[in-house]
């Protein structure tokens, strides 16, 4: 096997071994209201506490609009917005990082003709790029780790990645606000 193919099999296969240890670790003690009485109970530190919650859960392919939606009923109003916005930063942040130390840079050395052509766009307009993906996937994990995997530099991906999740951003912020009433009566 390619050098190119290890590193994405490596890659494949510490994600699903971080998968299963997390599961075992945590179990289901990963609940909203478990969430929201350790937070309260953390003050400040309750912030770095969800981020972490957050870094774990994206590891886990737990979607990032759900992360997002807990974040704006546990915080509301600016420190929601706050808190949400860090908590998007660490969630795309992490799965590229992980991408980049396990895989590296393995699809700039890709020979497929599609995928080069395809690539260039990337390199060329890297933002652009970036905000037209994230308002298509936006912030699916197969799209942080193909961009990890990318040549792309650290600051187009935050930069591109920042701007395009702000509409479903802003979406989730209202939706979430205007039926916290519901929700939280749905959750007990």
Not at 9 to 24: G, N, P, Q, R, S
Request: net charge positive; aromatic share 12%; charged share 10%.
């Amino acid at each position: 096997m390619k050098k190119v193919h290890l590193r994405i099999l490596l890659l494949v296969i510490v994600t699903i071994a971080l998968m299963v240890i997390a599961k075992l670790i945590f179990g289901d003690t990963l609940t909203y209201h478990n969430l929201q009485g350790m937070l309260h109970d953390a003050g400040i530190w309750g912030v770095g506490i969800f981020l972490a919650v957050c870094m774990v859960s994206s590891l886990l392919h737990i979607p990032a609009f759900v992360l997002l939606c807990i974040c704006f009923l546990i915080y509301s109003g600016w420190m929601g917005v706050l808190v949400g916005i860090a908590a998007a930063f660490v969630i795309f942040t992490t799965h590229f990082f992980f991408a980049r130390l396990i895989g590296g840079n393995a699809l700039a050395n890709v020979k497929h003709p599609y995928l080069i052509k395809k690539l260039n766009s990337l390199d060329h307009q890297p933002v652009k790029s970036i905000m037209l993906l994230r308002l298509v996937f936006f912030m699916a994990p197969i799209l942080n780790f193909t961009l990890g995997l990318s040549s792309i530099r650290f600051s187009d991906f935050i930069i591109g990645s920042l701007l395009g999740i702000s509409i479903h951003f802003t979406v989730i912020f209202l939706l979430v606000n205007f039926s916290r009433e519901m929700v939280m009566n749905w959750l007990g």
